[in-house]
Every structure is written in C-alpha cells, then in structure tokens.
C-alpha cells in the first residue's frame, strides 16, 4: 500500500533515480533503483528536494464495491429469499430438494425437462423462493472461503433414525458463522425407527431449541422421498423470510455471484450466475471474476430464454470470453469500462497468485534453512 519503488518516485517526483538513491545513501541507507521505500523515508528526500509528498489516497479500481452506490431506501422492494439444503451425507438433501422442486415444478409443467443449473426457484402463490443446489458444491466453498453472503436461510436436513451427525454440527456453525438462520427438516419421518424427538433433543445442545420448548428454531418434520411436509416446510421458509425483510433494488445494474461455470462444446463459457441485486438483461456487459462477456443468452433453470432477471433469479449465461470461477462476483458495466475492468482484475488476480506462489516459495527456504 504505502510503498513505493525508487524509479517510481523518482519519475513521479520528475528526478533522476540516481538523485534519490545518493541522497538515502547519505541518510545512511543503501537501495537499489527497483528496491520499494516506505512513504516517511521518501517524504524525507523529498523534503530535501524541496518537494511536499503527499499520500495517495487511491481506491482500488479492480473491486467491485469501487462502482457500488449505495440503494436509497425508497427503491428497495422486497426479493425472494435464497435458500441452501445442508445436512450431513445420506440425510436426504438432494431427495429433499428434488421433492421440493418436483412438487412445485410438475405441478406447473407436466412431462416438462428438468434442466440442471445448479439452482432453482419455486412459486407458492406469488411468492417466490431460490433453491441453491447441495453445499458439496464447489462454489459453496469458495463463496464461504472469499466471505460472500449468499445464503438467507439454510434448511438443515437431519434424519430422525440417524440424529445428529458431525456434518450436521458443521453445517450449524457456518450457518451461525455466516448469521444465517436455520430452520430443520427433521427427514425420513416414514421410516419404523424414525425418532423426530430424540434430533429435536439433540439438536438443543447446538442452541437450536424448538418453539415448544421455548426457543426460536422452526423444526418441520417431513418425508422427502414420500413428498411429506414439503409445504409446510415451504411455508416456514417464507415465514422465516418474512421476518429477515429482505430487499434489493430491481433498478440498477446487475451484480451477483457465479454459482458454477463450465465450458460448453457448442456454446462457450456457460455460468450459472445468481443475480443479487439489479436486472441483468440480454444484451448487458458484464464482468464476471476476472472475465469480460455480453449476455448472448439467458435461460431460467427450465431452460426457458429470459429477457430480464430481477433480484434472487439463478440464470444461465451464455456470452462470456472466458470460464469464470464458481464464487466469483459479477458487475454490469458499459462494455469500455467491462473490458477495463476484467483486464485490471486478470492482472491484480495473476499478481496476487504471484505473491502467494513468493510467499510460499520464502516458507519453503524458511523452513529449509
Ligand atoms: P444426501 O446425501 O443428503 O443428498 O442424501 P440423499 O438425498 O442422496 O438420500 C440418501 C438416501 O436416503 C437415499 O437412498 C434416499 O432415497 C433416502 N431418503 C432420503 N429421504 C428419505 C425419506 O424421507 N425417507 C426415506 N425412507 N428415505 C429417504
Ligand atoms: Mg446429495
């Protein structure tokens, strides 16, 4: 941050490089012209040079939140909550959310195909709520990993013949890591040895204790592979949502998250991106981690083309120059500064993975010396 290289100042401050490093030898330090000094050491010969040196108050032009303008409360309307399914392995997660999906979906569209993006939305009524796919997912742990707050509510999915599970107790502590609150789907309910009260029991040791018993967590039992309690498991999630307010602008720029993204044959880069704030329209330059593209195509995840995605929509794109990786932002911009933008943060990004190659490469001497 504060540094600065000898040929640098010295062209910013329009002296000859050599100047500078006689005048820090006779401060008794000895550089080179592509040594970095500290800000107090070059105010000091510069000082002598008769030249004041400021302090750069530079932001980061590579970061997103650089463009963010802050939404007047008057243009915030309510969003449908997006939701995460966790639970330890074989508790029912993915049965959970295709009894979710199916439910909701085939009512809607009998024989239609299920396309795979990694997310989904359901209507109830007209309310609406976002799916994420199971958190073994890559981008989970890359989004947990850069902190990126996707998540509104997790649906933690605990099997009433099998209890509390260490995945279980890991899933808890990210949730409440990330401030999310949970609601339990206590699954498998249809099974002989099936004890609801027996998790509900366990599960007050990790603070989530049930209405009933004075607490404030939503437990909901259900049975995702018979279709039991599905909604009211619904229902509870917009409830919960309810209570957080959630809300985004629909009328600005797009911005959101890259859920997945691969390389497709025939189409290019294709990403799931989950957009979080704004409308990202066909048509829109974007940057997406450290990739330009313009939205060729955009489908819903029945495969059917949208033309606009309001705020809490997982959308796949087509129209991007490269792959970008699950977890990484993405920006609507005017197509010059997209193009900008993606450039400056491929450098910052190659720098940054340089740096760390140095830093690791130095612990390696460390450790050898
Ligand atoms: P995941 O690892 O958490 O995604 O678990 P799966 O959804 O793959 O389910 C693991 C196993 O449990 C599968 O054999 C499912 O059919 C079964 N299963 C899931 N939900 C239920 C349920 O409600 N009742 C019963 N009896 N079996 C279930
Ligand atoms: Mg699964």
Known sequence: GDR????????????????????LFLLGTVVTINQEIDFDTAALVLSDFGIEA???????????????????????VPRPPVVTVMGHVDHGKTTLLDAIRQTRVAAQ??????????????EIGDR?????????????????????????????????????????VEAIDHAKAAGVPIIVAINKIDKPDARPERVKQELTEYGLIPEEWGGDT??????????????ELLEMILLVAELRELKANPNRRARGV?????????????????????????????????????????????????????????????????????????????????????????????????ARTRIDLENVFDRLQ
Do not use: C, W
């Not at 302090?55 to 915030?76: N, S």
């Open 258 to 354: 890259v859920l997945e993204a691969r390389l497709d044959r025939g189409r290019g880069p294709v990403a799931t991106l989950l957009v979080q704030n704004g409308t990202l329209r066909q048509g829109d330059a974007l940057v997406a981690g450290t990739m330009f593209g313009r939205v060729r195509t955009m489908t819903d995840d029945r495969g059917r083309p949208l033309k606009e995605a309001p705020p809490s929509t997982p959308v796949e794109v087509t129209g991007l120059e490269g792959v970008p990786e699950a977890g990484d932002a993405f920006m609507v911009f005017e197509e010059e500064e997209a193009r900008a933008i993606a450039k400056a943060r491929a450098e910052r990004r190659r720098e940054r993975e340089l």
């Open 54 to 76: 400021e302090r750069e108050t530079r932001v980061d032009v590579t970061e997103f939140e650089a463009y963010e303008d802050e939404d007047a409360p008057e243009d915030l």
């Open 109 to 122: 569209e009998a024989g239609g195909i299920t396309q795979h993006i990694g997310a989904y939305q359901v």
């Open 128 to 168: 609406k709520i976002t799916f994420l796919d199971t958190p073994g997912h890559e981008a989970f742990t890359a989004m947990r990993a850069r902190g990126a707050k996707v998540t509104d509510v997790v649906v933690l999915v605990v099997a009433a013949d099998d209890g509390v599970m260490p995945q279980t």
């Open 4 to 23: 600065i290289t000898v040929a640098e100042l010295a062209e910013r401050a329009g002296l000859e490089a050599s100047e500078i490093i006689k005048k």
């Open 218 to 231: 939503v437990f909901v039992p259900v049975s995702a592979l018979k279709r039991q309690g599905i909604d």
